[in-house]
């Protein structure tokens, strides 16, 4: 493949307008060179058009559309939004409100995204954002992205008065598009490559966030009497 552009690199720089006698008169013609879009003959640089083609991370849904116009991607997550709740009564306690965002289409592994996902989960979002500035892992700005753009959101559309009043109440990650491919290897002979896309989706919640996310953490004597109180509640099977 290289011999060959080098040869037509070659033919480019050197083709000259050639004379042709035809009764009496010159007549110039030039040597047709069929235009080659590569980075080796361009300078590193690839054509517009050329670069639409090539297939990356998509923000805005245009990796679905390209591919098959029938995937849309996820939609469900976002319609939380839109969700109307019935009016409250005096002494209720106030609903607190909340805000569902998402981002499609990451480049990036669904199972390299669940650390960062569940590292910020229970979090605030100011204590979030402090924390993903500091996670050398290439999802992490992703996510940050999309916690500021969720903060805005709640700002801006669900009507919460301080911006900081938020912690992440759900953190997760869905699996996108997988593209396949080859590598080529040596003595003939390929590999299969996956290229791997994901989704991330976070929900914040106005509040401050609780002190135990998942359980709240016990004592020996604690664990002991659970552990006792399982075994005394245990059956024998075909017994009385």
């Known amino acids: 493949m290289h ?23 010159a007549i110039q013609s030039l040597a047709v060179v069929p235009a080659v879009h590569h980075p080796m003959l361009t300078g590193g640089q690839v054509s517009v058009s050329a670069s639409r083609d090539l297939h990356t991370a998509a923000g805005s849904g245009g990796l679905c559309a390209k591919w098959n116009k029938n995937n849309h991607g996820p939609r469900k997550w976002l319609e939380y939004n839109k969700t109307v709740h019935p009016p409250q009564q005096n002494d209720e306690e106030p609903r607190k409100a909340y805000v569902c965002h998402m981002r499609s ?15 910020v989960r229970g979090m605030s979002v100011d204590e ?19 916690i500021l753009e969720a903060q ?49 989706f976070v929900r914040l919640e106005e509040g401050e966030p609780p002190v135990h996310y998942y359980q709240e953490p016990q004592t020996p004597q604690q664990q002991y009497d659970q552990w006792m109180e399982q075994m005394r509640s245990r059956k024998i099977i075909n017994s009385l």
């Open 105 to 119: 289409n990451i480049k990036y592994s669904p199972d390299k995204m669940w650390y960062i996902a569940a590292f």
């Open 3 to 25: 011999k060959v552009l080098r040869q037509i690199s070659q033919l480019r720089l050197h083709s000259k307008p050639l004379l042709e006698p035809s009764s009496g008169n």
């Open 152 to 200: 805005e959101m709640a700002v801006h559309n669900h009507n919460v008065e301080y911006k900081s009043n938020l912690w992440i109440a759900e953190s997760f990650v869905g699996k996108g598009r997988v593209f396949k491919g080859m590598r080529r290897h040596a003595r003939g002979r390929y590999g299969h490559v996956e290229y791997k896309h994901c989704h991330y």
């Open 128 to 146: 979030a954002l402090k924390q993903l500035n500091f996670v050398l892992k290439k999802g992490a700005t992703d996510v940050r992205e999309t």
